[in-house]
């Protein structure tokens, strides 16, 4: 089971990046997909979440502003965050769990799976 996030970067408040996360070595079509971040000091927070039925999940601090979709063909799920605020700040993470087909993605079952993270910076 592989999970490779990219396209973080800096950008200017109010700028837009999409972060990409490319799946491989399980079903893909049939499990959730979900995008957390974590900033220095804090804890790690569930960003967004799209599940094998297209159902998708906001975090209310992203609502609005970030859409989350699924390209089943390419094993890859996307991220289009718009309207960024130095607050987006963070290392983006995104996640499975292939005991499930719904969000949100549960953390620390026995079948679990994370990126290596992408750093996104808000900052002018």
């Known amino acids: 089971v592989q999970l490779v996030e990219s396209g973080g970067g800096l950008v200017q408040p109010g700028g837009s990046l999409r972060l990409s996360c490319a799946a491989s070595?399980?079903?893909?079509?049939?499990?959730?997909i979900g995008w957390f971040r974590q900033a220095p000091g804090k804890e790690r927070e569930g960003v967004s979440c799209i599940s094998s039925s297209d159902g998708t999940y906001y975090a209310d601090s992203v609502k609005g502003r970030f859409t989350i979709s699924r390209d089943n063909a390419k094993s890859t799920v996307y991220l289009q965050m718009n309207n960024l605020k130095p607050a987006d700040t963070a290392v983006y993470y995104c996640a499975t769990d292939l005991l499930s087909s719904s969000c949100p993605v549960r953390v620390g079952t026995d079948r679990n799976y994370w990126g290596q993270g992408t750093q996104v910076t808000v900052s002018s």
């Open positions: 070595g399980f079903s893909f079509r049939y499990t959730p």
